[in-house]
């Protein structure tokens, strides 16, 4: 089946709203923070972990999976769910993102995109029908419109036609879109302009999708602006469907959107973060390679409720850190997602209760270090 | 309190026994496989998961907790079942094993051993005295003595004056030894002489301990100078204590080994070979990273009961691997650490019905490549 949305409430004072959204493989509560599983997993966790920490949804990389091991051989395992032994909903990205970023383009042309791999150096080429057939074959819930995601800033011009450009890729991959179960967002893109996000905005919604994505943030653009690309956008979405902000982790990042109506994000940063030793707490970010926690035999975060603070001292992390062992990574990758995805808890009790600026403002009074 | 070894069945074909050891963390069945966790962690794993394959104890190396975090830190969080969050029996090792092959002895007086730290080539000093002071306060159930590991082959000569000198430093560790829960095991040294082989046993049960190890085996001798060098120490010690075979961990050499009346054996093998893709199988070892595990959807090992075996592929695992996500490693850890278990599991059911040498033929009847 396709999903489902369900507005469940409005937050009065902002724009934010609490949902639920209904899947194949289960229903999870908006909004919801998506932890990243680029290859087939979460970097250094396995799937009793990624439920553990109440992720309602995970992404994976439709580029990634594309090169490695090849969606045919995905689709062979019965999809994606069963080649990872995942059984909770997933969300694939639509390629470009990568293409763009990790790939270089050497091409950017009306019929797609000719790129290098970055594992072998081989010519490819990715087009907005081959981003929906690879989808179709990894069989994620949820796939997205292949877009072009363009760097920032870029002039007004060129920007309108690369939204012009979009949109009729959105077109061409939702005319060969081929999989009953799986549903299918569009992406809106504009950068700062705000007369081409309402056009984009507008025009995406005309084409009919599941569901909406705001791209090209988070690309190098200040955070007000961010904030506007945001607004600009969503104001011209439908109330029935759900909202997903590509790319944003940061958790006054994560307050921000929601305040602005977004109902789903998605980044590396916690997972990213952790393998560098890094963690979030209610007070900001700690490296806990730093020798001042050597005989700290207190948990990471005092007031979270995951494996690791719950039963590992900092003294034990920055030992595993700085002995080179993985089980540290994977211990502080499940704190970063657990402490993301309890903010959305937070954020969601608070949105139904019509207390979303409380909640906010105060944990922007305990959180210092905010980007 | 110390360990308690309850000798509950002789096998009646072979020198083979079953029996339990009581510990401050439980008591376990012999014959018993441990992993180690080098480092305070076995690599990749968390102490769930050392639970879940059925390990009755894991060894940890006192070398390396020396060098890092250092004994005063490990001491300071509780000792080390609190610093690692493991409340199952730990074994220390010496470090003596660590020292002569990791660090390269500068030089071995009577007094002790000076080496270069392989982590920052500091020069530290590592006598008999240090060694048991270390383990002392990393608290683990059981410690050894330090004894000297010499390479293969020396002379008659040096391995005289080397068993000679780690009886000299059994003394002196056994002197210093000051912690009441904690066991403390001797060491049999000699080589591949009959002669030094019985001294060397003869000599440190005279000390009193309460364990005995076989040590300088897998140290470049061929299989047959192993199994003559366990024979010869085997005889002379005590049917009443546990016997540690160091550093074994070829599933043949556990049936080699228990069928000479070894209880206890350690070996890194399991999760090296899991770091480098290989798994253990009933049929001997494979690479999973071979190009024709590209869409086996069978899992590693179809007799297996463990995690991986049960919930995964091995076209997944090879993803994971050739994508270089530590998630494979992990998953291969788990079942060759579960196989080298369940191996013991089914020879400690063996032996109690006194068909010991039917499963070790028929084990290896199937397992081809044997070494």
New interface residues.
């Given amino acids: 089946m396709k999903i489902k949305y369900n507005l469940l409430h409005n937050e009065k004072n902002t724009k934010a709203r609490y949902g639920t959204l209904e899947t194949n493989y289960g229903t999870f509560e908006t909004p919801m923070f998506m932890p990243v599983g680029t290859?087939?997993?979460v970097?250094?966790?396995?799937?009793d972990e990624i439920k553990e920490i109440g992720s309602g949804i995970i992404l994976s990389n439709t580029y990634?999976l594309w090169l490695?091991?090849g969606e045919d051989?995905v689709a062979?395992?019965g999809g994606l769910h069963k080649?990872?032994?995942y059984d909770g909903p997933i969300l694939t990205d639509c390629g470009g993102f990568q293409v763009f970023s990790l790939a270089k383009p050497k091409d950017i042309s009306e019929e797609g995109v000719v790129f290098k791999s970055h594992i072998n150096g081989e010519r490819l080429f990715l087009t907005p029908e081959k981003s929906i057939e690879i989808q179709n074959k990894l069989d994620s819930d949820i796939a997205m419109s292949f877009d072009e995601c363009p760097p920032y800033p870029v002039t007004h011009e060129y920007m309108k036609n690369s939204v012009e450009r979009t949109l009729r890729w959105a077109i061409r991959g939702k005319k060969v879109f081929n999989n009953e179960r799986q549903s299918l967002f569009g992406i809106v893109q504009g950068g700062e302009f705000e007369d081409l996000r309402e056009w984009s905005a507008k025009e995406t919604v005309k084409l009919g999708f599941d569901g909406y994505s705001i791209g090209g943030t988070s690309v190098g653009e200040d955070k007000p602006t961010m904030m506007k690309m945001i607004e600009y956008a969503i104001k011209y979405l439908p109330e029935d469907k759900p909202r997903y902000l590509m790319g944003v982790g940061e958790p006054t990042d994560l307050f921000e959107g929601v305040e602005r109506g977004v109902d789903m994000f998605d980044c590396v940063l916690p997972t990213r973060l952790a393998r560098h030793g890094h963690a979030f707490t209610k007070y900001g970010k700690i490296n806990l390679r730093n020798a001042k926690y050597?005989?700290d035999?207190t948990p990471v975060d005092e007031n979270c409720d995951c494996k690791c603070c719950k039963?590992?001292?900092k003294?034990?992390i920055?030992?595993?850190l700085?002995?080179d062992?993985?089980?540290g990574?994977?211990?502080l990758s499940i704190h970063n997602l657990r402490f993301l995805i309890k903010i959305m808890e937070e954020i969601r009790i608070a949105i139904k209760e019509d207390k979303f600026l409380e909640l906010k403002e105060e944990f922007y009074h305990n959180y210092k270090n905010k980007n």
Same sequence: chains 1, 2.
């Fill in positions: 290859q087939a997993t970097k250094t966790l396995d799937p990634h490695r091991p051989i062979k395992a080649f990872m032994n050597k005989e035999f039963n590992y001292t003294a034990y920055r030992h595993l700085v002995a062992e993985t089980l990574q994977r211990l």
